[in-house]
Structures are given as C-alpha cells and as structure tokens.
C-alpha cells in the first residue's frame, strides 16, 4: 500500500504539461496527430479506444481490428509557457497541433484526421 502511495504522489508531483501528441498505426503506417492540455491524459485515450468510445470512428476502428499493440503514442511537443500576461494557452495551443499536422499531413490515406476546412 506505501508503495501505491508513493507512486500516486510522484504522479501529482509531475507538472502538468500541454502538448502534442502522434498515435501511429504500426501496421499500415498511418497516424493521427492531436493536442491537449494535459499530457498525462494520453492513458486515458488508449482506456477509451479500449472500451471502444473514441469519437474518431477510423481510428478505434483500426485499434479494434490491428489491437493497441500496433499503436505506438509519441509525444511530438511540449508547449512552451509564457509569463507574458497575454499568453492564451488555449490558442497557442491550437497554433502548435497546426504546426504539425502542416508538417506531417496526416489526411485520407496517411491518417487519421479530417483535413480542416479551408
């Protein structure tokens, strides 16, 4: 039981970081990038492709026919805080899961996320 609680207590001591994330299919080579604002919650994405409940019905669909273990989850980038007053952490945010879907255009055959309007 100590040990369970020293485990839970390192957990919380963990700063909670924004980011971006990258879930790659080892199978067929596609991947689907997404942004939060609390890392430590990617756990709690593969719980929900697990029970089946993922809003993103290609993606549980490839979990549930190749298994989560042709999944690997990679964080891409860390979101640098500012101090600035004006810092909105919510569109920077948003500004970084650009950067990156920019870079690694993950749509139709190569992924798993909708191509954004234009």
Do not use: C
């Amino acid at each position: 039981m100590e040990q369970k609680k020293e485990l839970r207590r390192q957990f919380e001591e963990v700063p909670i970081e924004a980011g971006v994330y990258e879930v790659k299919n080892t199978e067929n080579q596609k991947i689907f990038i997404g942004k939060t604002p609390n890392l430590k919650t990617l756990n709690g994405m593969k719980h929900i492709l697990n029970m089946g409940a993922n809003n993103n019905k290609v993606l549980q669909a490839d979990w549930e026919h190749f298994g989560q273990d042709a999944f690997a989850f990679t964080i891409l980038e860390v979101l640098k805080k500012s101090e600035d007053p004006s810092f909105n952490e919510k569109k920077a945010l948003g500004q970084l899961e650009e950067k990156w879907l920019s870079d690694k255009h993950p749509f139709g055959e190569r992924g798993y996320n909708r191509k954004p309007k234009a």
